[in-house]
């Protein structure tokens, strides 16, 4: 059965860190490019970062480009998005994606939703004083 599965949400202060893990279960996940997306209360879910299969070629959305990184351990079928210098704006449940490429699909630096195939159950992610 495929499976992702997001960890590392939490609650933090305004300029705090946190590191999101990807796990995936049911296939390689090193054949992949993974997404990250994110939704707030009464927001769209948005395109956050993209990290190809190879972890060379890696999107950003704008609002957090300079801040948050992604990363990938294939070896552990693991994705993580380091998430510094967090804002209140950030807050959000956090979701991992893929539509099975190798390559991200993103248009104008983010990743785009429409041919996700499979998403994790996601993780929140509160930034507040």
């Known amino acids: 059965q495929v499976q992702l599965v997001e960890s590392g949400g939490g609650a933090v202060q305004p300029g705090g860190s946190l590191r999101l893990s990807c796990a995936a279960s049911g296939f390689t996940l090193g054949y992949y490019a993974i997404g990250w997306f994110r939704q707030a209360p009464g927001k769209e879910r948005e395109g956050v970062s993209c990290?190809?299969?190879?972890?060379?070629?890696?999107y950003y959305a704008d609002s957090v480009a300079g801040r948050f990184t992604a990363s990938r351990d294939n070896a552990k079928s693991t994705v993580y998005l380091q998430m510094n210098n967090l804002k209140p704006e950030d807050t959000a449940v956090y979701y991992c994606?893929?539509?099975?490429?190798?390559?991200?699909?993103?248009?104008?630096?983010?990743?785009?939703?429409?041919?996700?195939?499979?998403w994790g159950q996601g993780t929140q992610v509160t930034v507040s004083a």
């Open positions: 990290i190809d299969k190879s972890g060379n070629n890696t």
């Open positions: 994606a893929t539509d099975f490429g190798a390559a991200c699909t993103v248009a104008a630096g983010r990743p785009v939703a429409d041919f996700v195939i499979s």
